[in-house]
């Protein structure tokens, strides 16, 4: 680590903002993380919420987006060799995970909705499990929004990895790009032991 | 790892020299120890105490989290000041964990004594 004032000053821009932007999305996903840790210690029945999440479904992706980063830090290592081919290999890699992730998620939410546990979670309700409903809410607003984050990340790759390829410039963009993609890692790192693995 | 400006825009922008980057960990040996890690919060899952399993997976997520951070988003060689950009996030959601646990948990069944 460099304390040297020289080096505040020499940080590239575009790596710069993609820190502070990943600051401000720790402080999103971060409040909402503590939030559920907080109610989760509150209500016991938000265990008996969670053993109904598909653990073999979240494994998978969690699998898929540890993979994927990978993948990245390889697309950067590539970049920096300017090899565009392998430039190419490893981010249609990544975006190919962004898809596996998203398919997965997609299934495992229909098969949750068939089931009653909906964000208005009008079946719950009918039962008088108010606090219930609540976990649903956490569940699809840190899910659903980790999930654009996804879809943003693999666009970014996909276009900063197009735009390097075609040019042959800018190849430092993919490592502010892979950053981004790297931080909805860290997010699904935490949301995965605390939505499926504790009950 | 050194800089370049870019041209004509010397006090703007600058951009990282591509040339002499600061060199690459072994990503591999990283991502390895990223799925014995994962592996273990899922086998810890199959412990029997919730307390137990909070306390496993979370701290096991902890490390893994500073694996990704330090490695391969490489903060082990950035500069203080994205350290301390960072910290200041944490710092804000630990306050907020504080500040919110005495209204969210029932702290009164631990302060209040039981007839």
């Not at chain 1, 903002?17 to 559920?36: D, H, N, P, Q, S």
């Not at chain 1, 993948?71 to 975006?95: P, S, Y």
């Not at chain 1, 649903?136 to 390829?165: D, E, P, Q, S």
């Not at chain 2, 994962?38 to 979370?58: C, D, K």
Request: glycine share 8%; net charge positive.
């Amino acid at each position: 680590m460099d304390i040297s004032l020289k080096s505040w000053r020499n940080i590239p821009q575009a790596r710069l903002g993609v820190w502070t932007l990943i600051a401000g999305e720790f402080v999103v996903f971060g409040g909402l993380i503590v939030m559920y840790i907080l109610n989760r210690m509150r209500y016991e029945s938000w265990g008996e919420m969670a053993r109904h999440t598909n653990v073999i479904a979240g494994t998978v992706n969690t699998f898929v987006l540890l993979t994927s980063s990978y993948f990245v830090v390889r697309a950067h290592e590539a970049a920096l060799h300017k090899n565009k081919k392998e430039v190419r290999k490893w981010i249609w890699l990544t975006i190919l995970c962004a898809l596996i992730f998203l398919g997965i998620k997609t299934y495992e939410y229909t098969h949750e909705i068939m089931h009653g546990f909906t964000l208005p979670g009008k079946d719950l309700l009918a039962q008088g499990k108010h606090v219930e409903t609540l976990y649903w809410a956490f569940y699809y607003t840190m899910t659903g929004l980790h999930g654009l984050h996804v879809i943003a990340g693999a666009l970014a790759l996909f276009f900063v990895m197009r735009h390097a390829v075609k040019t042959g410039k800018h190849y430092h963009r993919l490592e502010a790009a892979g950053l981004y993609w790297h931080m909805v890692d860290i997010i699904w790192i935490f949301l995965f032991p605390l939505i499926y693995l504790v009950h | 790892m050194s800089e370049h400006p870019v041209k004509g825009l010397e006090h703007e922008v600058v951009v990282p020299g591509e040339n002499d980057y600061h060199g690459h960990p072994n990503y591999l040996k990283v991502y390895i120890s990223l799925l014995i890690l994962f592996a273990i919060s899922v086998l810890a899952s199959l412990l029997h105490n919730p307390m137990i399993i909070f306390i496993v997976v979370f701290a096991v997520s902890v490390i893994k989290g500073t694996l990704v951070l330090l490695y391969f988003m490489h903060l082990k060689w950035e500069p203080l000041l994205i350290w301390i950009l960072l910290g200041v996030a944490l710092m804000t959601l630990g306050f907020l964990f504080l500040g919110l646990y005495p209204d969210t948990v029932p702290v009164h069944r631990f302060l209040v004594p039981q007839s």
